[in-house]
């Protein structure tokens, strides 16, 4: 009797211990909604929420639904909750549901989501800044729901890998800009709602989607809707062509157009097999033709071209800043990139023929498929016809004295050694950045190096590079013309802010590093020949809306080597004594040092600083592999809110590129693989880097 009440209370136990174990919560997903229920401001009807500690699964809060230990959806719909959404949720690898609409939520949608989601809902809240770019990582994505909030910026290229989408609605917001060109790529998408927003340009990337329902109405589109639409959409309160469409390109084949109707799913199934039929009759002729074709003549120059260019259209290049590739990719994809492509760096251009000419330089290989081509004038005809890239465009001296009442002081943005740099601004709201270069650079009456500059310039295509949209060269002065950033640049945001401005978050200052080392990464390996850039420093680093870098004052190396003092104090290598002596591994030294501006919030050379820890290289450098000395060492403005791990890793990688040898130093190239090895660790591991993170107190990043 004793030992069976004794085998009863032991099997009793461990039934208690193993549903204990069951349902206790994943560690990550506990601090991840922590930060979340703080974020919301604590609210009480969250029942059974903690800012600290608690066990989501096991006592069922509110909203959260669990698979096991991990919290698979979070349903917080119409509750009144305020507030943001903390900046952990991309640590939530198991959530396939969010819903957080009706709410009064404000501030910026957090750069990382959980990226395994399929439903993603927003909707009806009072969220502002840009679509966050880890939308394009999440796959499975079905259904996105952003409308009735106060988005504004573009449409980024988000939906390249995006097939699976069914549903989006990103209306009524204040969205401007073209439509992107990977809407192309949403072969899924029945729904798409975009009414109620400031955007430009034409549908027509829309044309071959099987759209059931599409909304453009109140925004700024123009051109004309596809015939395939006209039957699915709403499109009131745009400035439509009154014009007749023009014809489609020849060899274009028209999309039927979609029609809803009984009779028509009646007879799709006939038609379908009538075409289906006809393709296999048109093939069973066109391979019988092909074969006497290839008897009578096996291989001409046209026929060879057209199987080069079939061959090329297979080789996908994926854009580097949208997946993290591995080392082995990395080397293939440069490898096979800088065989496709040549950039003449010393091809002399006059104005006139660039003005005259339709596409000059190469397309990016991160957004844009790369074609080979024969070197005659039928393939390079082609190829200028299909490209998109917008090239530099000449503004005259008038316009941009207007723009920039006429150079006034008050229009400066800020002045280096070949030049100063202006705020352009134009009565629709455009704004651009006129660099004007000195004009005693110039040798008297010689403009062909000038135009040398604007045509090696317009071949620079990279999304983390700011791209020259214009010039000008009139009565002697020589000015180039770029997009402007409001973001100002890494140097504004790490060192002019004051107590009220939002310092950046630890993943922002490294995704801030990985885009920038792609940029250089390109102009040494993606260009043939190499482009040292001369020049990198902080206040070179423009950020966009969504924090993203664009590296400036690219191709103009020549001007720094002439002028004798390329760079501000603090980021030239030690080599660099003379300009002469400026190698790629100098680009690099620069690079490293823009890191430890960003590890440590310093600037390169402070003279108000004790001695010892003026010169931020000097200083910083022997600590960088010591733990203690490490966290003494970072940016107080991150109020302790790093995972130390990659601080750690961050580090290791800063050392290796301010190494006082040159040839100690890595090539861009692998750089850039170590710091997409550093987003995937902290990626993989963030449970461990979380829970050894140190906060000091919580934060809207």
């Not at 006592?59 to 991990?70: F, P």
């Not at 989501?113 to 880890?134: A, E, F, W």
């Not at 109020?639 to 990688?653: E, H, Q, T, V, W």
Request: charged share 20%; glycine share 6%.
């Amino acid at each position: 009797m004793y030992n069976n009440l004794l085998v009863a209370f032991f099997s009793f136990s461990l039934g208690i211990l193993i549903t204990c174990v069951h349902s206790k919560t994943d560690s990550s997903d506990v601090s991840a909604l922590n930060v979340l229920y703080t974020s919301l401001n604590s609210p009480s009807q969250l029942k059974g929420w903690k800012s600290s500690g608690g066990d989501p699964c096991g006592d069922s809060w509110e909203g959260i639904t669990c698979s096991g230990s991990s919290v698979t959806e979070i349903r917080l719909s119409g509750i009144g909750v305020s507030g943001s959404l903390g900046y952990q949720l991309g640590n939530m690898k198991s959530v396939t549901y969010l819903d957080l609409s009706s709410n009064n939520l404000n501030k910026d949608i957090p750069y990382q989501l959980p990226p395994k989601l399929r439903q993603l809902d927003l909707s009806k809240n009072g969220l502002t800044g840009n679509v966050p770019y880890s939308i394009s990582q999440m796959t499975d994505l079905k259904s996105i729901k952003l409308g009735r909030n106060s988005l504004n910026g573009q449409l980024t290229d988000l939906f390249q890998k995006l097939s699976k989408l069914e549903y989006l609605d990103v209306s009524s917001n204040q969205l401007s800009g073209d439509l992107p060109q990977s809407f192309s790529s949403l072969k899924s998408l029945k729904n798409l709602y975009l009414q109620n927003n400031q955007l430009t340009g034409s549908i027509n990337v829309l044309a071959a989607l099987p759209l059931d329902e599409l909304n453009v109405e109140n925004n700024k589109f123009t051109g004309w809707v596809p015939d395939s639409l006209k039957d699915v959409s709403k499109t009131g309160g745009n400035s439509w062509s009154s014009k007749a469409a023009p014809p489609p390109p020849p060899g274009t084949r028209p999309i039927a157009k979609r029609k809803r109707s009984s009779s028509g799913k009646k007879s799709s199934g006939v038609n379908g097999i009538i075409i289906v039929v006809s393709v296999l009759g048109a093939l069973a002729v066109l391979v019988f033709a092909v074969g006497i074709f290839a008897r009578r003549k096996k291989s001409s120059p046209s026929s060879h071209f057209l199987d080069e260019e079939r061959s090329s259209e297979r080789r996908q290049f994926t854009p580097l800043a949208s997946q993290e590739l591995s080392s082995n990719d990395l080397r293939s994809q440069r490898k096979d990139y800088k065989e496709n492509n040549s950039f003449d760096s010393n091809a002399s251009v006059d104005l006139k023929s660039f003005q005259r000419s339709n596409s000059i330089g190469l397309k990016d290989p991160l957004t844009d498929r790369v074609k080979s081509f024969h070197d005659n004038e039928f393939a390079n005809r082609l190829k200028a016809q299909r490209s998109t890239a917008t090239r530099a465009i000449p503004y005259s001296l008038a316009e941009l004295q207007t723009a920039t009442a006429s150079f006034a002081t008050g229009r400066l943005l800020g002045e280096g050694t070949i030049g100063r740099a202006y705020r352009a601004k134009y009565q629709d709201g455009k704004v651009l950045i006129v660099k004007k270069i000195d004009s005693s650079l110039f040798r008297v009456g010689n403009r062909e190096n000038f135009s040398e500059i604007v045509a090696n310039i317009s071949r620079i295509r990279h999304a983390n590079i700011a791209e020259l949209v214009g010039y000008c060269s009139e009565q002697g002065h020589h000015i180039l013309v770029y997009d402007y950033y409001r973001n100002g640049s890494i140097h504004d945001f790490l060192h002019l802010s004051d107590d009220f401005s939002k310092p950046l978050t630890w993943n922002t200052r490294i995704r801030i590093a990985l885009g920038t080392a792609r940029a250089v990464e390109y102009l040494h390996e993606g260009c043939s020949p190499s482009l040292i850039h001369k020049n990198i420093k902080s206040s070179n680093i423009l950020l966009d809306l969504e924090l993203n870098p664009h590296l400036s004052d690219y191709g103009l190396a020549n001007f720094h080597q002439r002028t004798s003092q390329n760079l501000g104090v603090g980021y030239n290598a030690p080599e660099c004594t003379d300009p002469s002596a400026y190698t790629l591994k100098s680009d690099v030294y620069s690079f490293g040092v823009v890191m430890l501006e960003l590890l440590t919030g310093r600037m390169p050379f402070d003279s108000k600083r004790a001695k010892s820890e003026q010169c931020l290289v000097r200083w910083a450098a022997p600590q960088l592999h010591d733990i203690d000395a490490l966290a003494k060492m970072v940016d107080p403005a991150l109020r302790g809110l790093y995972p130390p791990k990659s601080l750690s890793r961050f580090a290791d990688i800063i050392a290796l590129c301010v190494q006082p040898e040159s040839e100690f130093r890595p090539p861009m190239s692998e750089v850039v693989e170590a710091l997409v090895r550093l987003v995937q660790r902290s990626t993989m591991n963030m449970r461990d880097d979380l829970a050894a993170s140190r906060r000091t107190e919580d934060s809207d990043y």
